[in-house]
């Protein structure tokens, strides 16, 4: 864990001088410890927390993955963080804000880390050479009045864990664990805020080309693919066609074409 408060200021320091964005991350929180930053950032933005509030936390001690399974990392070493978005454009398109942010963390992974390969595996895992780098957990409130509506985006990025947990061992990596450099995480999160407020600006104004984009970086797009339907429970076998322009994957299962909003793929 990060040695005292001097050195997280340090930190913060060094992530607000380098940070260019118009929105996300100027309103933060940097905590040393709490048990999740998604819940952290949901009680902020009850209280009014403004459009791209962040809540960062060197040691997360109970973070909450999807499908309510857990989230473990390692004090110091990773980013866990969450922020609060309050989006212009309207809740029917609050489901393509994870094709967005699944691009934004592509696209800083490939900036950080030349060479290496990444893939999205829907809805929002990052694949580093087909190993998983990174999660996402999206909650969002929606209101009568939309100005109360908000979005909770929480991102867990494996920066510097060298060692998981058994059970995930075959599966994860970091970007240390794929290029054997370390990385500052302040500039980690920097590169990825001005990435991803780029994609929302193009979800505001253009979400058919955030679709297309995404299509594009997708693990398995035409290959055999298992999902499994959260919601019945049932599993389905088929040809991974993309997503639709809602975001929800496009399976196609003998010539029939079938939409899931919610599941777990397996890649076969
Ligand atoms: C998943 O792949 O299941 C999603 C993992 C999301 C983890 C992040 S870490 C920061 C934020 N706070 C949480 O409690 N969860 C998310």
Redesign the pocket.
Known sequence: MIANRDALATLRKRFESNLTTVALGRHTQWLREAE???SVARIWADQGAVHGSLVFADH?TG????HD?T?ITSPGLNL???LALRPDFPASRYGLITLAASLAVNATIQHLCAAVNTKIKWPN?LLVNNRKCC???LESVIAGDTRESYVIL???LNVNEVEFPESIQQVATSLKLATGQQYEREFVLVELLNRLEEQLRVLDTEPERIVSAYQSCMAGLGNPLLVNDVHSGESFEGILMGVDSTGALLLKMNTQVQAFHAGEIKLL
């Open positions: 999740s930053t998604n997360q973070g909450r993955g999807r399974r989230w866990t963080v969450s895992d999660g996402m957990l929480g991102i867990g």
